[in-house]
């Protein structure tokens, strides 16, 4: 199976604007790719990067400067087999998973973000193809059943979660700092968290809701 992680390498993360500048989202946004590069390993497969613009990272990288749904499709009509294509903004990501996902046999296999977003797919079918405009979770159903594919919804809070917006960052805090240990017993490493820790970032809120501060 090939594992596609896309990643805007120029200008990313920018609904974070407000709260980080452009040197700390580019920063933030390598420690989320790293984070998933990492849980793809963890289940067993090798990723590779399809990025806008050159990136120095460990994995095999692809630049193509088009956006996400071309650049994406142009990666599934060039392979024969199973695709997984993995958004590099899944923070909380882990490889377990990531397991159920690849393991899912159907045609087209789709983890729906919030939203109406997809997070995560993979497409086993040959004929299916990709489209991340609007609700594309929807849509990404409506053209399986065009092309014929059975679909599999992968219900996962982990791989839901992506990060955009200034109240994603709680997530992160929340539940990045709970990581299991790694198979060998070792901490997990969470890039993301960390991150998010170094640069002040803590938890605070109402009886209604949690949200970010920083310090």
């Known amino acids: ?101 690849f393991e899912a046999d159907a045609g087209v296999a789709l983890v729906p973000g919030r939203g109406g977003g997809t997070n995560a797919l993979v497409a086993r079918h040959p004929g299916f193809r990709v489209d991340y405009h609007g609700t594309s979770y929807l849509d990404h159903r409506r053209i399986a059943r ?26 992160v805090l929340i539940h990045g700092a709970s990581e299991p240990p790694n198979a060998d017993g070792a901490p997990t490493e969470r890039r993301s968290y960390e991150w998010l820790d170094a640069a002040g970032f803590e938890l605070a809120g109402d009886e209604s809701r949690v949200g970010v501060v920083r310090e």
Not at 46 to 74: H, I, K, S, Y
Not at 152 to 163: E, F, G, K, M, P
């Open 1 to 101: 199976m090939r594992v596609v992680v896309p990643y805007a390498a120029r200008e990313p993360k920018t609904r974070l604007e407000g709260v980080l500048s452009p040197a700390e989202r580019a920063s933030f946004a390598a420690a989320m790719l790293e984070d998933v590069l990492a849980a793809v390993r963890g289940a067993g497969r090798e990723p590779e990067v399809l990025a806008t613009a050159p990136v120095d990272v460990d994995a095999p990288v692809t630049v193509d400067e088009r956006p996400l749904t071309p650049a994406v499709n142009a990666a599934l009509a060039g392979t024969d087999g199973a695709v997984a294509v993995v958004m590099a903004d899944l923070a909380l990501a882990t490889p377990e998973a990531l397991a159920d996902l």
């Open 146 to 171: 065009e092309v014929g594919a059975s679909v599999d919804v992968v219900d996962s809070h982990r791989l839901a979660t992506d990060v955009d917006e200034r109240e994603d960052l709680a997530e």
